[in-house]
Each structure stands twice: as structure tokens, then as C-alpha cells.
């Protein structure tokens, strides 16, 4: 098995690999069909690559629920049949698989101060849209850290993130996920829908991965209609 043909089909859709391990007890990866999973391969975005293709997509188009976790379904259960993997996705639950802990054991990420985790190359313009289980052992490549990664929030003296929020949603307490739903219902046309979380923004790291206009829209306007619906868990 290639893995650089894995890569390859999944460049294809703007996705890129977010690394990969091999599986050990305790990891909480599913059977592939009946055998163990021996190694669990992470997809996703980097910035605004995969915009263009989901945004040119059916499930953009059709105006159903769930675009996004659709596409993204389709994507990896078709790379899956390829290389007879098993799809994982982080959405579905409960319950919910430890994408973030594969994460973090398949890349150099680190907890923000805003509370999603944070690349030391994308900053916090990333996402897993899935992972590939497979039943056999394939080399994967070790966690890449920048020679700057260490410690990147605490380094940041200045802080940028918790000031330019205007709900003051976010402080070195933690995020008030309330008081960021309530000011982006009261101003649908507002600087946060239309451009993005101001906070996320403001953060200098992974700066030329910021989501484009459209792509950071399409996920505040999801988050909206999930809280107003009562689907996003705090």
C-alpha cells in the first residue's frame, strides 16, 4: 500500500494528511471489518484548500443539513473502498471518537488560548473532516514540530486573541460559548459572521492560513444555527 496514493486521492479534495500512527492498546481505534486496526491514518484542512472543491460539491448545492459532514462522509468512505480502511469521523456521536487525543498523538498540537488546539504551522486554521483505520501496518510520518513550536500561547506575551472579541467571550477563564452565540444573533451582519471570530483572527500564528471570507462564514453561520437549535455541546 502508498501511502503518497493515499495523500494523492485526498489532494484531490483539498485534504490533506494530518498524520498518522501506528495503533496501540488504548488508543480506542475501531476493527477494520474483523480484524484489529495496526495503523490510523488523520484527514483534514490546512486553511481554505478544500473550499473549492466542497463549496463546487452536491452537499453545498443541495441546501440539506450537514453539508459539510456530508461531504466529507462521501470523501472518506470512497477512500476508504480504495484501500480497504475503515472511515472514521469526528462528528456522528454520541458517542464521539478521541479525534482531538489521535490528534495530538499524530501531531505537534498544543491547547490554545482561545481552547481549540493549536498547529505550530497552521495555528488554528485546521479541521479533521476523518481518519482512514487500516488493517495493516504502513510507515508513517513522525510529528513535525516548527523549531519555534514550543510552548506557542505562552510565549505570546501580548495576547491578541482575548482582546478584539466583541461579546468579551473569551479570557484566561475560558470561553463564554453563551455570550459569543448571543452577539452573533444580534448582529447576522456583523464582522464575526461575515469574516470570522475576531479572536481566531487576531491570532499571529499560522497568519497565511486564515480561512477566506466564505469558508469562515459558512462555519459561523453553522455554529449560529446549531446553538439556536440546541446541537452544539459546550
Given amino acids: 500500500m502508498s501511502?503518497?496514493?493515499?495523500?494523492?486521492?485526498?489532494?484531490?479534495?483539498?485534504?490533506?494528511?494530518?498524520g498518522g500512527f501506528a495503533v496501540e492498546a488504548g488508543d480506542d481505534v475501531p476493527d477494520v471489518g474483523e480484524a484489529p486496526a495496526r495503523c490510523l491514518l488523520l484527514f483534514g484542512n490546512a486553511g481554505s484548500a478544500m473550499w473549492e472543491a466542497f463549496s463546487a460539491s452536491k452537499e453545498y448545492r443541495d441546501r440539506r443539513p450537514d453539508p459539510l459532514?456530508?461531504?466529507?462522509?462521501?470523501?472518506?468512505?470512497?477512500?476508504?473502498?480504495?484501500?480497504?480502511?475503515?472511515?472514521?469521523?469526528?462528528?456522528?456521536?454520541?458517542?464521539?471518537?478521541?479525534?482531538?487525543r489521535w490528534g495530538k498523538k499524530a501531531e505537534a498540537l498544543q491547547n490554545s488560548q482561545l481552547g481549540m488546539l493549536i498547529h505550530p504551522r497552521f495555528g488554528l486554521w485546521h479541521a479533521y473532516r476523518f481518519a482512514l483505520a487500516l488493517a495493516q501496518p504502513i510507515d508513517t510520518p513522525a510529528p513535525a514540530a516548527a523549531p519555534d513550536s514550543?510552548?506557542?500561547?505562552?510565549?505570546?506575551?501580548?495576547?491578541?486573541?482575548?482582546?478584539?472579541?466583541?461579546?468579551?467571550?473569551?479570557?484566561?477563564?475560558?470561553?463564554?460559548?453563551?455570550?459569543?452565540?448571543?452577539h452573533l444573533a444580534a448582529h447576522p451582519g456583523g464582522r464575526c459572521m461575515t469574516e470570522g471570530c475576531q479572536a481566531r483572527l487576531a491570532c499571529p500564528q499560522g497568519a497565511a492560513y486564515r480561512y477566506h471570507p466564505p469558508?469562515?462564514?459558512?462555519?459561523?453561520?453553522?455554529?449560529?444555527a446549531a446553538m439556536a437549535a440546541g446541537e452544539f455541546a459546550e
Fill in 69 to 100: 459532514n456530508r461531504w466529507s462522509r462521501r470523501i472518506g468512505e470512497q477512500l476508504a473502498g480504495q484501500w480497504s480502511a475503515r472511515a472514521l469521523f469526528p462528528f456522528g456521536g454520541p458517542p464521539h471518537l478521541p479525534f482531538l
Fill in 150 to 182: 514550543a510552548d506557542i500561547c505562552r510565549r505570546c506575551r501580548a495576547k491578541p486573541c482575548l482582546h478584539p472579541c466583541p461579546a468579551n467571550a473569551f479570557s484566561e477563564s475560558g470561553y463564554d460559548v453563551q455570550s459569543c452565540f448571543r
Fill in 215 to 224: 469558508h469562515a462564514a459558512f462555519h459561523m453561520s453553522a455554529f449560529v
Fill in 3 to 18: 501511502l503518497d496514493l493515499i495523500i494523492a486521492a485526498a489532494a484531490g479534495h483539498g485534504l490533506v494528511l494530518r
